[in-house]
T-cell receptor, first 111, second 115 residues
Framework: DAKTTQPPSMDCAEGRAANLPCNHS???????VYWYRQIHSQGPQYIIH???NNETNEMASLIITEDRKSSTLILPHATLRDTAVYYC????????????FGTGTRLQVFP | GAVVSQHPSRVICKSGTSVKIECRSL??????MFWYRQFPKQSLMLMAT?????????EQGVEKDKFLINHASLTLSTLTVTSAHPEDSSFYIC???????????FGPGTRLTVT
């Protein structure tokens, strides 16, 4: 079973920041938080991951709470091409853990 | 990032026939590959995990005799859907992981339609 919970859907206006929350209250000390997204009829695309510090790359920022029980993926300036299902997953890096996908959040960016 | 390809991207076959889907890691060696299935408006469901040179490990409820997985090299895994039926119509996605539990990269998926 997935170890994360996410809202089923969210809307965001183009050009605005999209903030996607994820709860992972049972996360273990050695588990990282990963975010993937899946655009319609494509394979999942890696976005970002982190352990406890906030992370930023060219796609997004990841904010992890101090107690690590939740996180937020931030797309700073959403575009129509960011419309996708976003999955938050926890896993131990450099392990044989399988990636188990939950139901994700369907983000709709509108003009 | 690393690239994983799948072939074909789309296939239509008749009920009762078998179809093979290939998954290749193009620029890295994948000791472990995974096969997922996704029905419309649903999440990805892991079907099986394959390690190069050994038998695949199937998730509960997945018929190993129906979904044959071969991982004969560090860059290629194949999924064969045997005696396909319309209910096997789905989006099949593979992913590949670098050795030692590194990052996992996904293929673009294969749309299978069984008529």
């Amino acid at each position: 079973d997935a170890k994360t919970t996410q809202p089923p859907s969210m809307d965001c206006a183009e050009g605005r920041a999209a903030n996607l929350p994820c709860n992972h209250s049972t996360i273990s000390g050695n588990e990282y938080v990963y975010w993937y997204r899946q655009i319609h009829s494509q394979g999942p695309q890696y976005i970002i991951h982190g352990l406890k510090n906030n992370e930023t790359n060219e796609m997004a920022s990841l904010i992890i709470t101090e107690d690590r029980k939740s996180s937020t993926l931030i797309l700073p300036h959403a575009t129509l091409r960011d419309t996708a299902v976003y999955y938050c997953i926890v896993r131990v890096v450099w392990s044989t853990d399988k990636l188990i996908f939950g139901t994700g959040t369907r983000l709709q960016v509108f003009p | 990032g690393a690239v994983v390809s799948q072939h074909p991207s789309r296939v239509i076959c008749k009920s009762g026939t078998s179809v093979k889907i290939e998954c290749r890691s193009l620029d890295f060696q994948a000791t472990t590959m995974f096969w997922y299935r996704q029905f419309p408006k649903q999440s990805l469901m892991l079907m099986a995990t394959s390690n190069e040179g050994s038998k695949a490990t199937y998730e509960q409820g997945v018929e190993k005799d129906k979904f044959l997985i071969n991982h004969a090299s560090l860059t290629l895994s194949t999924l064969t859907v045997t005696s396909a039926h319309p209910e096997d119509s789905s989006f099949y996605i593979c992913s590949a992981r670098e050795g030692g539990g590194g990052e996992q990269y996904f293929g673009p998926g294969t749309r299978l339609t069984v008529t």
